[in-house]
């Protein structure tokens, strides 16, 4: 059988498709070049056509989970509108979906130590997922007197981290870290109790 690499006609995308597939097995450091050129069926010195290095081809992979993030993160910000609070809420149950669905980019994206300046596309691609929950909590922060009002990105930020914290310990099976609620009922509630400490949703009765 020849190389499949060389009959696809996208030999850059094989090799991104069979690091994603090795970094779920293995995670970023767990494969080496040889590896994902074997998996993409091409001989192990086609690979440098396209990447330098593991870590450029991980920095890739990266920058294509980004894009679908934030593709995702705009949907659900918009299938929530006209309700700011709808918007902002969707985009956290946003992030555990993409978690769930995409794994590898995920990894590639949250774990894989590469950072998102590492190139210009991946910078502008982890920007505009930003960008997209920063609006999110912007709208609904019009809410809050100016003078009480938390930054929009810092805002975004810790329902950021408290998504990836549910994220992390709860939705993706890790050891020993079983949760008596689902994923979903964690980061919703966590979200209300932020939003009700910042006046903009009511108390529970």
């Known amino acids: 059988m020849g190389k499949r690499g060389y009959h696809h006609g ?24 040889s590896e994902a050129a074997k998996q993409a069926g091409v001989t192990p010195a086609a690979v440098y056509r396209h990447f330098a290095g593991r870590d450029d081809l991980i920095a890739e992979a990266s920058r294509q989970g980004y ?21 902002f809420e969707a985009t956290g149950r ?16 949250f774990e894989s130590g590469i ?19 920063e609006r999110a909590a912007e709208a ?21 981290a408290m998504s990836h914290g549910v994220v992390e310990l709860f939705a993706r099976n890790s050891p020993g870290t079983a949760s008596p609620f689902a994923p979903e009922e964690l980061l919703e509630s966590g979200i209300g109790i932020y939003l009700r400490g910042l006046g903009l949703i009511a108390p529970d009765e």
């Open 10 to 33: 996208n030999l850059r995308q094989a090799l991104v498709e069979a690091a994603l597939r090795l970094i779920e097995a293995r995670g970023p450091t767990g494969f080496t070049l």
């Open 115 to 133: 950072s998102v300046n590492r190139t210009p596309e991946l910078a502008h691609e982890a920007s505009r997922a930003r960008a997209i929950l």
């Open 94 to 109: 946003a992030y555990l979906a993409f978690a769930r669905q995409y794994p590898g980019h995920y990894i590639a994206m």
């Open 140 to 160: 609904l922060s019009q809410h809050i007197p100016p003078g009480k009002r938390p930054p929009a990105a810092m805002f975004s930020a810790h329902i950021w």
């Open 67 to 87: 894009a679908i993030f934030a593709d995702v993160m705009q949907y659900a910000f918009e299938k929530g509108q006209p309700s700011a609070l709808a918007s």
